[in-house]
T-cell receptor, first 110, second 116 residues
Framework: SQQGEEDPQALSIQEGENATMNCSYK?????LQWYRQNSGRGLVHLIL?????REKHSGRLRVTLDTSKKSSSLLITASRAADTASYFC??????????FGKGTRLSVIA | NAGVMQNPRHLVRRRGQEARLRCSPM?????VYWYRQLPEEGLKFMVY????????ESGMPKERFSAEFPKEGPSILRIQQVVRGDSAAYFC??????????????FGPGTRLLVL
């Protein structure tokens, strides 16, 4: 199965701290994407990293990809209460559909 | 440019009734994907469609579920004779080009189906 697994399942931090979430997968991929989902809402695309890339930044987000370890991490720096959400990694291989993990539920306490 | 639109946002059905979920992709997008999400779970792929064609329905149950994306109008996910286990959030996503793995998918707000 290509399903990703996010770790930890839940994370609670204070506002201003950094949050790190990890994603592991089992097969080779073309790219890996991170999405955010606020409670009761749809998914919002955050960042895409291709298999030949190692690191990518977007604002307060930093994503790394280690294809040798089949893992990715999402770092949110200087977290805010508004970052409270579930975060999912999703990966693709060729024309396969997006395969999502169960997500990490992040709570940022003001 | 409006995002992906889904309606209704909430749908309540009794067991045995039909549920019809609609999805209008972003303007210029010709690829539509349907996903199902159970509480506290990630999204599970159901079906991938292009205009008038089903490309991949490997995630869709073979009975009671069907999907279409006609030349004109929204994509429809139809669930016949609903059962309580169909209660979930159903999300539609769209992308502009071929190759699900190559482009970002843009998600709608979802339809939350409750079967009584």
């Amino acid at each position: 199965s290509q399903q990703g697994e996010e770790d930890p399942q839940a994370l609670s931090i204070q506002e201003g701290e950094n949050a790190t979430m990890n994603c592991s997968y089992k097969t080779s991929i073309n790219n890996l994407q991170w999405y955010r989902q606020n409670s009761g809402r749809g998914l919002v695309h955050l960042i895409l990293i291709r298999s030949n890339e190692r690191e990518k930044h977007s604002g307060r987000l930093r994503v790394t990809l280690d294809t040798s370890k089949k893992s990715s991490s999402l770092l949110i720096t200087a977290s805010r209460a508004a970052d409270t959400a579930s975060y999912f990694c999703a990966m693709t291989r060729g024309n396969t559909p997006l395969v999502f993990g169960k997500g990490t539920r992040l709570s940022v306490i003001a | 440019n409006a995002g992906v639109m889904q309606n209704p946002r909430h749908l309540v059905r009794r067991r045995g009734q039909e549920a019809r979920l609609r999805c209008s992709p972003m303007k210029g997008h010709s690829h539509v994907y349907w996903y199902r999400q159970l509480p506290e779970e990630g999204l599970k792929f159901m079906v991938y469609l292009q205009k008038e064609n089903i490309i991949d329905e490997s995630g869709m149950p073979k009975e009671r579920f069907s999907a279409e994306f006609p030349k004109e109008g929204p994509s429809i996910l139809r669930i016949q004779q609903v059962v309580r286990g169909d209660s979930a959030a159903y999300f539609c996503a769209s992308s502009p080009t071929a190759g699900q793995g190559q482009e970002t998918q843009y998600f709608g707000p979802g339809t939350r189906l409750l079967v009584l």
